[in-house]
C-alpha cells in the first residue's frame, strides 16, 4: 500500500499538478510508518531548492492547532480563561458591532450594537461572529466602503478589526478567531507568540529550530523556505511560480490563524505528541478539552450548513468528505462524528492550510498524518482528494496488520 501512496503522489508531481510534496504519516508510538518527499520546493529560476522533510513552508491554517494548544497551556498556567470576556484584553475587537445588511446605493454597511460577551472559547470555535472578509461579500463590500483592502496590513488589528457576522455565540463562521486568541496569549504572557510557543511546544519537542513566524529572520531557516506555485485561473497544468503572492498580505504580527512557517517533520512531531497526548505539552484534561467537541446541537447544525453553503465554502471547509458525514468543531479543528469506511473511524480531528496541506489525527486508529505542499488555487479538491486517498490508504495499510 505503500507503494500505492508513492505512485500516486509521484504522478502528481510529474503531471505538474504539485511542484513538490513531503508526507509523513505516524502512530501512538511515535513510530514513523510513511515518509515521502519529492519535487521541489521553487520554481524561481535559478534556484534549485528539492522538496524535503526539511523544507520550510508556509503552514497558513494549520497555525490554528498551535495557537489552540498555547492557549491551553495559558489556561493551565491560570492566565486565562476559556469563558473569560476577550473585550478588557482586547479593546477593539467588535467594535464595528454586527453587519446586517449593505446599502449599495449609499455604499454603506447597515450596522447594529453587539451586546453580547465575545469569549476565548468562542474565538477557538468559530462562534464569535468573525469571519474572514474575504469570504464574506458584504465584509467585502464593507471594507471597500473605506477604501481598504481585504485582510491586509501588519497586525492583527489592522486584519480582524470587522464588523461581526452574528451574535456572538448564535451561528458558525470561518475566521479570525485563532488570530485574535493568538493576541491574548500575548497580552497575558507578555511574550510575542513564536517566544511563547518556541518555550512551551517546540523546545520540549526538539523542534525549535524548524518552525517560526519569521522564518525569512532565521538564519538556519531563511535558506529552506519554499515558494508557492498556482495553477492558472481555471485550474489547469502546469503549476508555475505564484510570485508576487504574499501569503500574509503584509502581516507583520504574529498571526495564530495564519502565520505559521515549519516544515513537514517538525510539524508532523508535534501532531505525534498530540495524538499520544504527550505531557510535556498539556495535562490530560487539557487534552480532553482540545479534542472534545465544542459545538451544541444547534451550531452544530449551523456548522454543517455552513460548510454545505455553497460550492466554494465546500471546497475551502469540507476537507473532501462528503457533506453526508456529520462533522463537528473542536479547538483542535474539525471533528468527523461518524466514521468513513476504509477512510478513518469516527471522532478522527483533522484541518489544513491554504496551500492545500493538512494535517489528521485518527484517535480509534491510533494514526496521525501531515502533508505540506505549497499550491494555489486554496485547498484545491484534485490535491484534497490526493490527501483523502492518502487516508485510505494508511488507513487500509494499519487495519491489514491486525
Known amino acids: 500500500m505503500a507503494q500505492k501512496i508513492d505512485k500516486m503522489y509521484e504522478e502528481a508531481v510529474d503531471s505538474g499538478l504539485l511542484p513538490g510534496i513531503s508526507v509523513m504519516a505516524g502512530d501512538k508510538s511515535g513510530n514513523i510508518i510513511y515518509s515521502k518527499s519529492l519535487g521541489t520546493a521553487s520554481q524561481k529560476e535559478g534556484r534549485d531548492l528539492p522538496f524535503t522533510a526539511s523544507t520550510v513552508c508556509a503552514l497558513a491554517s494549520m497555525s490554528k492547532l498551535m495557537t489552540s494548544v498555547a492557549v491551553l497551556q495559558c489556561v493551565e498556567d491560570g ?60 465584509l467585502g463590500k464593507w471594507r471597500a466602503s473605506r477604501g481598504e483592502e481585504p485582510w491586509t496590513g501588519p497586525t492583527v488589528e489592522d486584519k480582524s478589526v470587522l464588523p ?15 488570530d485574535w486568541a493568538g493576541k491574548i496569549v500575548e497580552v497575558a504572557t507578555g511574550d510575542t507568540l513564536d517566544a511563547f510557543v518556541r518555550t512551551r511546544i517546540w523546545e520540549p519537542l526538539g523542534i525549535e529550530n524548524d518552525l517560526s513566524f519569521y522564518p525569512k529572520s532565521r538564519e538556519h531557516m531563511q535558506d529552506r523556505v519554499a515558494d508557492i ?4 485561473e481555471k485550474g489547469e497544468l502546469p503549476a508555475v511560480d505564484a510570485a508576487p503572492f504574499d501569503i500574509l498580505f503584509g502581516g507583520t504580527d504574529c498571526l495564530g490563524g495564519a502565520g505559521l512557517f515549519g516544515s513537514t517533520e517538525a510539524y508532523h512531531t508535534f501532531v505525534c505528541a498530540l495524538l499520544r497526548r504527550d505531557p510535556r505539552l498539556l495535562k490530560a484534561g487539557s487534552y480532553v478539552e482540545l479534542f472534545r467537541p465544542q459545538l451544541s446541537e444547534h451550531l452544530e447544525e449551523e456548522f454543517n450548513k455552513y460548510v454545505a453553503k455553497s460550492p466554494v465554502h465546500t471546497a475551502f471547509l469540507g476537507m473532501d468528505i462528503p457533506l453526508s458525514v456529520r462533522k463537528t468543531w473542536s479547538f483542535a479543528g474539525m471533528v468527523a462524528k461518524e466514521g468513513m469506511p476504509g477512510r478513518f473511524a469516527p471522532g478522527m480531528t483533522l484541518w ?14 491510533g494514526l496521525c498524518g501531515t502533508v505540506v ?19 485510505s490508504e494508511l488507513f487500509g495499510m494499519i487495519h491489514k496488520s491486525e
Open 352 to 365: 489544513g492550510g491554504v496551500p492545500s496541506c493538512e494535517w489528521f489525527i485518527d484517535h480509534e486508529s
Open 79 to 138: 492566565k486565562l480563561d476559556l469563558d473569560m470576556d476577550v473585550k478588557p484584553l482586547l479593546p477593539s475587537i467588535g467594535k464595528h458591532g454586527i453587519i446586517t445588511g449593505f446599502d449599495d446605493e449609499k455604499s454603506s454597511a447597515v450596522l447594529e450594537e453587539n451586546t453580547t460577551t465575545i469569549t476565548l472559547r468562542m474565538l477557538l470555535s468559530h462562534t464569535s461572529g468573525h469571519e474572514y472578509d474575504w469570504f464574506n461579500p458584504e
Open 373 to 391: 505542499c505549497q499550491i494555489l488555487p486554496p485547498m484545491h479538491p484534485p490535491v484534497m482528494a490526493l490527501h483523502a486517498k492518502f487516508q
Open 229 to 232: 506555485s498556482t495553477l492558472n
Open 164 to 178: 461581526l457576522v452574528f451574535a456572538p455565540g448564535t451561528s458558525f463562521s470561518y475566521g479570525a478567531g485563532h
